[in-house]
């Protein structure tokens, strides 16, 4: 083998490397995959591909040494060469090659009289045209999500045209056979390759193809008993025919879509399960209010809160003190009492402050958020000690309807009510107003302007 063909393979071995190591670190963080339903059929797919690829070309072969060829110095041609291929199944394709070239060597093997005959020969390959059948490997990936690189191996049948041209060793060139016509014969290509996916439906392809003629006439000089083969090392570029929103085939992960679907089927079946849930809180939630009015409706028929001797049920005056005399309905006799100033304290304020910059709902509802329950606690203590009043306003953002949020602000006030009240604070001392998304505090255009404006505002006096 001559210094050229080693520094041409020398480089071909280093940038395969090169890729290989390249390709493996792209796809191990590469979470991006090509979805198509298992078991979907192939129309989910693109199938068909062309490529072109140019490498050198070489009587050599892996096969054997120089001294067994019939020229013992094979020299590097160039060659260039075109498929189309029809993805049948993941792992299995029909490709039409199309390859042409040079092939030369030097120094041929003496003949029967000990003297080599020919100083060289040059064989000019018109064209080689096989149907081979392509095996993609290691397609199937349990490791990564999405693969970038796919081994493979062809092997087929076809028939090219070339002509080889001699030069004897005193210099005198000829054809090899009369008339200069050129040889048609049959040929059978075996490759071995690996292509790298650079981008969605382009690969790179780096490959060697090592060629068995059924004759002994590629290089024009027939010399020993063996028929001729040669070998083509290329790189080339596989382009995928169709929709760039479909995967490739023969690149195709079908365990990462497996995987996808099982994600979706576990997600849809969490989703489905915390609707349910959902709406059985919401459920309990009603029941809760029932229970509640039932014991209120209970108590207010069976009591007499203040023990002025008229039941809640017709005491117009609930809450009379002992001692004071009251009239059929429960209301005291007319007594003139001085005026009682009520005084709203700094500390007060500070309480119904921590209330309102506490104060959470849930997203879309009128439940109070757990961590409001303290500060709202202290406002419902406060509310029942001083014998306040406490005005409620509550206001929405612009998102949504006007009725919607009309009527989410008036239950998100009444929310706030019901709680002060269950804890204490007495609700004819409460009024609970909702008006929607008017009296915005901020622009309801940006996501902090809207939740501000999502408030329901206290007012003690």
């Known amino acids: ?270 989703d489905a399960m915390q609707v349910q849930i959902d709406s059985e809180k919401v459920k309990n939630q009603a029941l809760q209010q029932q229970v509640t009015a039932a014991n209120a409706t209970i108590i207010k028929l069976t009591t007499d809160s203040d023990g002025d001797g008229v039941p809640d049920l017709y005491d117009k005056c609930p809450n009379t003190p002992a001692g004071i005399k009251v009239d059929g309905s429960g209301c005291p006799l007319p007594v003139v009492k001085p005026t009682e100033q009520i005084i709203v304290t700094e500390a007060d304020k500070q309480v119904v402050n921590e209330a309102v910059q506490n104060l959470e709902f849930e997203t879309g509802r009128a439940t109070i958020s757990p961590r409001s329950y303290e500060s709202l606690q202290r406002l419902a203590k406060l509310l029942a000690d001083k014998k306040l009043h406490l005005k409620l306003a509550g206001y929405t953002d612009a998102t949504g309807s006007a009725a919607l949020n009309l009527q989410l602000s008036k239950d998100r006030a009444e929310a706030v009510k019901m709680f002060v009240v269950s804890r204490g604070a007495d609700p004819a001392m409460i009024q609970a107003e909702g008006y929607g998304k008017a009296n915005p505090i901020a622009s309801n255009k940006t996501k902090q302007g809207r939740k501000l404006n999502r408030r329901v505002e206290f007012t003690l006096y």
Not at 38 to 66: C, D, E, K, Q
Request: proline content about 4%.
């Open 1 to 270: 083998m001559n210094l050229n063909f080693k520094k041409a393979a020398l480089f071909l071995a280093v940038v395969s490397t090169a890729l290989s190591s390249f390709a493996q670190t792209a796809d191990s963080s590469n979470v991006k995959t090509d979805y198509v339903r298992p078991f979907s059929g192939g129309s989910g797919y693109r199938t068909w591909s062309i490529g072109v690829n140019a490498g050198l070309m070489s009587t050599f072969s892996v096969l054997s040494s120089n001294s067994k060829l019939d020229f013992t110095v094979p020299n590097i041609q160039y060659g260039y060469g075109g498929y189309i291929k029809k993805q049948i199944l993941p792992g299995f394709g029909i490709q039409a090659d199309l390859l042409m070239g040079k092939m030369n060597g030097d120094n041929a093997q003496p003949d029967a009289s000990g003297k080599s005959p020919y100083k060289s020969f040059t064989t000019t390959l018109n064209y080689a045209g096989s149907l081979s059948a392509n095996f993609t490997l290691a397609n199937v990936n349990w490791q990564f999500i999405k693969g970038s690189m796919q081994p493979y191996v062809t092997s087929g049948i076809g028939t090219m045209n070339y002509k080889p041209v001699l030069t004897t060793a005193a210099g005198i060139t000829k054809d090899f056979k009369s008339g200069g016509s050129a040889i048609n014969e049959l040929y059978i290509p075996v490759s071995l390759g690996v292509k790298f996916n650079i981008s969605t439906g382009v690969n790179l392809e780096l490959a060697y193809q090592l060629n068995f003629m059924y004759s002994d006439n590629i290089d024009g000089y027939h010399y020993g008993n063996n028929n001729d083969k040669f070998s083509y090392g290329h790189i080339g570029l596989e382009f995928a025919i169709g929709k760039r929103s479909k995967p490739q085939l023969a690149s195709h992960n079908p365990v990462a879509s497996m995987r996808m679907e099982y994600l979706g089927e576990i997600k849809n079946a969490k």
